[in-house]
C-alpha cells in the first residue's frame, strides 16, 4: 500500500516570493510521482511529472520539484510566485508494484491551497 | 470530444434515491479512475480500472457504491440510497497507459443530496 502526505494544507505567500509545497510518500516499491493543480472552478492539470532519470523535474509554469528517494520525497518549488498561481496542489504517486490490481493506480495527498497576495 | 467527458455536471438528489454517475474517457485510454471529493478535502480514491483486469475496488467507502466499464470505453459509477454524506464532487480520470502517462481530468459531477 502507499500513501502521500502534503506537509501544509495551506500556504500563503506575497507576489514574487519563492514558494515551496512539501510532498512526502510512503510505498514498499518504487513510485512514478506527479503534481497536479487544480485552479479555481477548474478541473484538475498535470504540473509535472517524475518516471525516471534526472531527480530534478521541471513543469509547466516555471514550476519546478525535486524527488528524493532518501527522503521519500518530492517537493515542488517555483522562485517567483504570481497572483495566477493561487490554486491547490495535488501531489501524487502510482503504484508500481507488479501483478496486483493496483498497478499503475494513482493515490493523491490531501492538497495544499497556495494563495498567493499581491 | 478531446477531453474526458462526465455527465450529469450537476445533481441534486433526495436521500435514499439511487444515483448514476457517467464517464466518457478519452478514446484509446486504457486506465480510467473514479475519485471523490469532498468540500475543502482531498481527493479521495473510490475505483480503478485497467484494461481487461479485475478493477481495484479498494477505495468504494460501502456496498451502496458499485462502478462499472464496458471495455475500454464508458464507466458508470451507481450510488444506491444515496446519504447526505455521499454529497461530493465526483471525478473521472482516464490515461493512456496506467501510472506511467498523465492522467486527464473530467470536470466532474457534483452531487448534493438532500
Known amino acids: 500500500a502507499q500513501s502521500v502526505t502534503q506537509l501544509d494544507s495551506q500556504v500563503p505567500v506575497f507576489e514574487e516570493a519563492p514558494v515551496e509545497l512539501r510532498c512526502n510518500y510512503s510505498?514498499?516499491?518504487?513510485?512514478?510521482l506527479f503534481w497536479y493543480v487544480q485552479y479555481p472552478n477548474q478541473g484538475l492539470q498535470l504540473l509535472l511529472k517524475?518516471?525516471?532519470?534526472?531527480?530534478l523535474v521541471k513543469g509547466i509554469n516555471g514550476f519546478e520539484a525535486e524527488f528524493n528517494k532518501s527522503q521519500t520525497s518530492f517537493h515542488l518549488r517555483k522562485p517567483s510566485v504570481h497572483i495566477s498561481d493561487t490554486a491547490e496542489y495535488f501531489c501524487?504517486?502510482?503504484?508500481?508494484?507488479?501483478?496486483?490490481?493496483?498497478?499503475?493506480?494513482?493515490?493523491f495527498g490531501q492538497g495544499t491551497i497556495l494563495t498567493v497576495h499581491p | 470530444g478531446a477531453g474526458v467527458s462526465q455527465s450529469p455536471s450537476n445533481k441534486v438528489t433526495e436521500k435514499g434515491k439511487d444515483v448514476e454517475l457517467r464517464c466518457d474517457p478519452i478514446?484509446?485510454?486504457?486506465?480510467l479512475y473514479w475519485y471523490r471529493q469532498r468540500l475543502g478535502q482531498g481527493l479521495e480514491f473510490l475505483i480503478y480500472?485497467?484494461?481487461?483486469?479485475?478493477?481495484?475496488k479498494s477505495g468504494l467507502p460501502s456496498d451502496r457504491f458499485s462502478a462499472e466499464r464496458t471495455g475500454e470505453s464508458v464507466s458508470t459509477l451507481t450510488i444506491q440510497r444515496t446519504q447526505q454524506e455521499d454529497s461530493a464532487v465526483y471525478l473521472c480520470?482516464?490515461?493512456?497507459?496506467?501510472?506511467?502517462?498523465?492522467?486527464?481530468f473530467g470536470q466532474g459531477t457534483r452531487l448534493t443530496v438532500v
Open positions: 517524475y518516471l525516471s532519470g534526472s531527480t
Open positions: 480500472f485497467q484494461g481487461n483486469s479485475a478493477p481495484d
Open positions: 510505498s514498499s516499491v518504487s513510485v512514478y
Open positions: 480520470a482516464s490515461s493512456f497507459m496506467a501510472g506511467y502517462t498523465e492522467a486527464f
Open positions: 501524487a504517486v502510482s503504484d508500481l508494484e507488479a501483478g496486483g490490481t493496483s498497478y499503475g493506480k494513482l493515490t
Open positions: 478514446s484509446g485510454h486504457t486506465a
